[in-house]
């Protein structure tokens, strides 16, 4: 039996699955994501969600949610998964990406009226914009595909199966597309990767492309929206912000105190986890709290629940002081792009706009209802 407050806590998701939430600090967390008893393996997880829905009579069909794409692989076939991607999203892909995510902030910032919904101006469209350069999507079909995105992330089964349907027809037909007209963005280098001899298969290629536009939206979004959110609404921090360094430090504190992750997506329980003061039992399907491994005070000291964009800079050791981007195997892939688009932001809103303020009280903005993304829904600014 779980412990009153303890290391881990049931919860019930939307869709009627029963999981365990854990809200551990930042060092057990990490354990946590680290212990091979845990399993990511999408038949495995597959198998042992579909079953509990069909005992609650609600049998569910998750082919389309939980796919073979390197999220819910385990080691071995995760190392090759992982490292054939790996092999053309380089560094050396994202930092060119760097100057194209710098003009496109620019421009959506310059487009802004004095009054505008951030998430709606500059958070949503930003990170679907540079999925699209990085993927190699035609500009002319970048409109449906923010439609479809939209539309997937609200989570209503009646949006979010045709939508989904949709994305994943139009991703394996730009899939053959530059099978037959390869071209220098990631899908061609995609196809050409191999290692060992093996080469990603259709399927794999498709998870994949899948995996990049889901993994690297949602989660942008936030990132931007809650940095830009808690720097307005501190009192001298957006004017603060006149240096590279004082905007990633406030980006990485964000990530810290406000991550745009709340939760991991699921993992299987392999084999009974001993916490201290709980048991993982074998068969549970759990998420790891990122939140409260942030807020560790054993690490950030009595200060540990407040935003502070200087705690960098007044040695607080931020950017290694949380686990936002996850920890271990399923580290994530794309951290090094999601932090060069949230500094853009700041740094392009900042520049344009030094007077901007909140028009309301962020305390009140209306946050997505969702399990693991941590968006505001909308973000009024004046500027
Ligand atoms: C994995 C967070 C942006 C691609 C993860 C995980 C977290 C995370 C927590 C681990 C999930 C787990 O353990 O179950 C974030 C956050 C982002 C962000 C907070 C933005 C602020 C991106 C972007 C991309 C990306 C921009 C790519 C374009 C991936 C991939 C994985 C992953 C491919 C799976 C890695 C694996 O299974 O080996 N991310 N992510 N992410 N992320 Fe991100």
Request: negative net charge; glycine residues 8%; charged residues 20%.
């Amino acid at each position: 039996a779980l412990a009153e407050r303890g290391p881990a806590h049931p919860a019930e998701l939307p869709n009627g699955l029963e999981v365990l939430v854990t809200t551990m600090g930042l060092e057990a967390t990490r354990t946590l994501l680290n212990d091979n008893r845990l399993s990511k393996d999408a038949t495995g997880l597959r198998a042992a969600m579909q079953h509990q829905l069909a005992d609650k009579g609600r049998p569910t069909d998750l082919s389309r949610i939980i796919g073979p794409s390197m999220l819910n692989t385990d080691p071995p076939h995760h190392r090759k998964l992982r490292a054939l991607v790996s092999q053309a999203f380089t560094p050396r892909r994202v930092e060119a990406l760097r100057p194209v995510v710098e003009r496109t902030a620019a421009d959506m910032v310059a487009a802004m009226p004095g009054e505008a919904d951030l998430i709606e101006r500059l958070a949503f469209p930003l990170p679907l914009a540079v999925i699209c350069d990085l993927l190699g999507v035609p500009p002319e079909d970048r409109g449906q595909l923010n439609r479809w995105t939209a539309d997937m992330m609200t989570e209503r089964p009646e949006l979010v199966v045709p939508a989904s349907d949709a994305m994943f027809g139009y991703l394996a037909g730009l899939i053959e597309y530059k099978r037959e007209r390869p071209d220098d963005a990631l899908l061609s280098a995609l196809l050409q990767a191999s290692a060992d001899g093996e080469r990603l298969s259709p399927e794999e290629l498709l998870t994949t492309a899948i995996l990049l536009v889901v993994a690297g939206h949602e989660t942008t979004t936030g990132l931007i929206g809650n940095s830009i959110t808690a720097l307005l609404a501190l009192p001298g921090a957006w004017e603060a912000l006149t240096t590279p360094e004082a905007v990633a430090a406030a980006v990485e504190e964000a990530a810290r105190w406000d991550p745009p992750v709340r939760v991991t997506p699921h993992y299987r329980v392999a084999a009974d986890i001993d916490l201290p003061g709980a048991v993982l039992p074998e068969g549970a399907i759990i998420m790891i709290g990122l939140g409260t491994a942030g807020r560790d005070p054993g690490v950030h000291g009595p200060t540990a629940a407040r935003f502070d964009p200087h705690r960098v800079a007044t040695g607080g050791n931020a950017a290694l002081g949380h686990a936002a981007f996850g920890h271990g195997l399923h580290y994530c892939l794309g951290h090094h792009l999601a932090r060069i688009e949230a500094r853009a932001a700041l740094t392009a809103l900042r520049e344009r706009f030094p007077n901007a303020r909140l028009a309301g009280d962020a305390a009140e903005f209306t946050r997505d209802d969702k399990v693991v993304p941590n968006t505001f829904s909308s973000v009024p600014v004046i500027l």
